[in-house]
């Protein structure tokens, strides 16, 4: 049977993915509508026979969702290849967007057999840890910027590495209002953020991505993290070097971009 020009992108896009590749930009048609940029995501995600560790939101933004004109965040799969450990070295290319500093959770695998929709009522039982992480975002394609959150979501939700800061034993703290700082002191870049960044709330962003992944009947049958969104929005990286990411509460992480 003859592959669709769709299913051939695709093709090209995990491969790019697993080869660390950068290739032409998809069409816009695939990638324009959130609708058809997370079919297009969805197609990809089923070619990669790697472990998945968790779920990552994107577009968590308030700004953002407004100045796009999008009705809601995103969510894709985030792989094992890459999930580093605190203070590991990534490599970044022209399609690099910058770096963020995010909220996440460890969420418990007796999430996949609840029932009904998960709420701020119900969604702390299935919270077993919470930790800061840097997020690394990029495309795997000769693209530049944001405009719209399909470009992003099609191409694996736009991640490029995830770093996990230590985990602390889930206990309800005003998640939606503490104090977040990037910095590279080496390029003298300081960024200031607040975890009121992120939906509202961090705890909005979990409770969306796990009804997202409810949605659509995926059951990963084990612990599993959720990565909420930027606390200080995308953050250009000015120059090589350690990068320090600071959350009131919840502790630091550190990456070396080079």
Same mark, same amino acid.
């Given at each position: 049977?003859?592959?669709?020009?769709?299913?051939?992108?695709?093709?090209?896009?995990?491969?790019?993915?697993?080869?660390?590749?950068?290739?032409?930009?998809?069409?816009?048609?695939?990638?324009?509508?959130?609708?058809?940029?997370?079919?297009?995501?969805?197609?990809?995600?089923?070619?990669?026979?790697?472990?998945?560790?968790?779920?990552?939101?994107?577009?968590?933004?308030?700004?953002?969702?407004?100045?796009?004109?999008?009705?809601?965040?995103?969510?894709?799969?985030?792989?094992?290849?890459?999930?580093?450990?605190?203070?590991?070295?990534?490599?970044?290319?022209?399609?690099?967007?910058?770096?963020?500093?995010?909220?996440?959770?460890?969420?418990?695998?007796?999430?996949?057999?609840?029932?009904?929709?998960?709420?701020?009522?119900?969604?702390?039982?299935?919270?077993?840890?919470?930790?800061?992480?840097?997020?690394?975002?990029?495309?795997?394609?000769?693209?530049?910027?944001?405009?719209?959150?399909?470009?992003?979501?099609?191409?694996?939700?736009?991640? &490029?590495?995830? @770093?996990?800061?230590?985990?602390?034993?889930? +206990?309800?703290?005003?998640? =939606?209002?503490? !104090?977040?700082? *990037? %910095?590279?002191?080496?390029?003298?870049?300081?960024?200031?953020?607040?975890?009121?960044?992120?939906?509202?709330?961090?705890?909005?962003?979990?409770?969306?991505?796990?009804?997202?992944?409810?949605?659509?009947?995926?059951?990963?049958?084990?612990?599993?993290?959720?990565?909420?969104?930027?606390?200080?929005?995308? &953050?250009?990286? @000015?120059?090589?070097?350690?990068?320090?990411? +600071?959350?009131?509460?919840? =502790?630091?992480? !550190?990456?070396? *971009? %080079?």
């Amino acid at each position: 049977m003859k592959k669709t020009l769709k299913d051939k992108l695709s093709d090209k896009l995990v491969n790019a993915f697993l080869k660390n590749k950068i290739i032409a930009a998809i069409p816009k048609k695939f990638t324009k509508k959130l609708t058809d940029a997370d079919k297009f995501r969805k197609l990809c995600e089923s070619k990669i026979k790697e472990p998945i560790i968790g779920y990552k939101a994107g577009g968590t933004g308030i700004p953002l969702l407004k100045k796009l004109k999008e009705k809601e965040p995103f969510y894709a799969s985030v792989y094992k290849r890459n999930f580093l450990k605190n203070g590991k070295r990534v490599r970044i290319n022209k399609s690099t967007l910058g770096i963020e500093l995010e909220v996440c959770y460890l969420i418990k695998k007796s999430f996949f057999n609840s029932k009904g929709l998960i709420t701020n009522k119900n969604i702390a039982k299935f919270i077993s840890h919470m930790a800061p992480c840097i997020e690394v975002v990029g495309y795997r394609q000769k693209r530049k910027g944001i405009t719209s959150f399909g470009d992003l979501s099609s191409d694996f939700g736009g991640n &490029v590495k995830f @770093l996990i800061g230590q985990k602390k034993k889930y +206990k309800k703290i005003n998640i =939606g209002n503490l !104090k977040a700082n *990037i %910095s590279n002191k080496k390029v003298k870049q300081s960024v200031n953020g607040n975890t009121n960044a992120v939906y509202i709330n961090p705890l909005n962003s979990l409770r969306f991505v796990l009804n997202k992944v409810k949605k659509d009947k995926v059951d990963l049958g084990k612990n599993f993290y959720v990565f909420t969104g930027s606390t200080v929005g995308v &953050v250009p990286i @000015l120059g090589k070097g350690l990068y320090t990411g +600071k959350i009131d509460k919840l =502790g630091s992480v !550190k990456t070396i *971009i %080079s």
